[in-house]
């Protein structure tokens, strides 16, 4: 069994930084590909940010340049640093992470759908204000 447990959220200014961690446990190795999501209230969960493998990075257009994805192999951690902030990143944020290669080739922003991830954490609120 895996489990994710992400950490990290909180309220900050337009402007400010937040960083994500999620803790990643259990006897399946999950790396093939890992992404973090978010959903914004009312509207539908998205990809921002994909790391696979052999450590490539995949960013969504939105958070291109203030978003990095990285990933602690020997502490089963993985993280997004939020800088730059703004009020439309408010949302939960979500990691999750699979077991199989079967969808690498998937492991990209645009491409990237919640069904291709078998393990999800259960989300950790991040809100921006102006």
Not at 30 to 54: H, N, P, S
Not at 102 to 110: L, Q, S
């Amino acid at each position: 069994q895996v489990q994710l447990v992400e950490s990290g959220g909180g309220s900050v200014q337009s402007g400010g930084s937040l960083r994500l961690s999620c803790a990643v446990s259990g006897h399946t190795y999950v790396g093939y590909c890992m992404a973090w999501f978010r959903q914004a209230a009312g509207k539908e969960r998205e990809a921002v940010a994909t790391i696979m493998l052999d450590g490539s990075t995949n960013y969504a257009d939105s958070v291109k340049g203030r978003f990095t994805i990285s990933r602690d192999k020997a502490k089963n951690v993985l993280y997004l640093q939020m800088n730059s902030l703004k009020p439309e990143d408010t949302a939960m944020y979500y990691c999750a992470a699979d077991s199989s290669p079967v969808h690498r080739g998937y492991c990209y922003t645009d491409l990237l759908q919640i069904d291709h991830l078998s393990y999800w954490g259960k989300g950790i609120m991040a809100t921006v204000s102006s």
